[in-house]
């Protein structure tokens, strides 16, 4: 009988905001086929999160779900506390929560701005303050920022957004170089359009469009960044970098 092939997240425990929808769940659900133990963590799609759990531990996965928003004074350290009571460790992190509010410029509005970048920047980079400590305790750790080729091509209407992960963007490279020495990795992945379910709002026309801007002809997959992830995870001497997974679109 053939000796079975050790998956490569065994043991560990890895959280992910926005884990219960999208590239989210594909994220979660990748990581536990690699061995992994979850932290589901979500705000509105508390169904979802709930589906998601019972599927993962049918298959033989420990999962923990956390309702928090990011963006709230003292919800990452709700989320850690939660994940260190349950397993006692937290290894991995993975900041997926984003949301959009387009617009041309001439037409945004303070809010619309604070909201997205609150949420994409601000609530990643508390979240990731909070797990640096456990890390720096255990000796390792791995962070993965979900950002976007919007954060390095830009996008019309799309000013904050692209604001908000470029500058996850470049957060993620001082923090690589200031925690490299505690043996942590801080990378980003940056995705092009992807089937989700805040692209298929898109109109049918629109979508045409933007597809023959695509090198590969197609919209990317959840399953393709969440492959990507479980990659930066996993690759001990990469930190510091933008993994682009975009079918060419941005170069």
């Known amino acids: 009988m053939a000796k079975q092939q050790q998956r490569i997240l065994t043991g560990q425990v890895v959280a992910v905001t926005g884990?219960?929808?999208g590239i989210g769940r594909a994220i979660v659900e990748a990581v536990a086929r690699e061995g992994a133990n979850v932290v589901v963590n979500y705000w509105s799609s508390a169904d979802a999160a709930r589906a998601?759990?019972?599927e993962l531990e049918a298959q033989g996965t420990q999962c923990e779900i956390v309702r928090a928003n990011v963006t709230e004074e003292g919800s990452p350290q709700v989320i850690v506390r939660k994940t260190l009571d349950r397993f006692g460790r937290i290894d991995c992190l993975v900041n997926n929560s984003g949301i959009t509010r387009d617009a041309l410029i001439r037409k945004l509005d303070r809010r619309a701005d604070e909201d997205v970048i609150e949420t994409n920047l601000v609530g990643s980079v508390m979240l990731a303050q909070a797990v640096i400590e456990p890390m720096i305790e255990a000796g390792w750790g791995r962070i993965v920022n979900i950002a976007s080729f919007v954060g390095q091509a830009g996008n019309i209407g799309?000013?904050?957004?692209?604001?908000?992960?470029?500058?996850l963007i470049a957060w993620t490279k001082t923090a690589a170089l200031e925690l490299a020495r505690y043996n942590i990795t801080v990378n980003a992945i940056a995705p092009?359009?992807?089937?989700t379910d805040m692209l298929m709002k898109v109109r049918e026309d629109v979508r045409e469009?933007?597809?023959?801007?695509?090198?590969?002809?197609?919209?990317?997959?959840?399953?393709?960044?969440?492959?990507?992830?479980?990659?930066?995870?996993?690759a001990p001497y990469v930190t510091g970098t933008q993994i682009d997974v975009n079918g060419g679109l941005y170069l």
């Open 52 to 54: 998601l759990k019972e």
């Open 192 to 195: 092009g359009f992807t089937e």
């Open 158 to 167: 799309q000013a904050n957004y692209a604001a908000s992960k470029g500058g």
């Open 19 to 21: 884990g219960a929808r």
């Open 209 to 234: 469009k933007i597809m023959l801007r695509i090198p590969l002809r197609r919209f990317g997959k959840p399953e393709e960044i969440a492959h990507a992830v479980v990659y930066a995870l996993t």
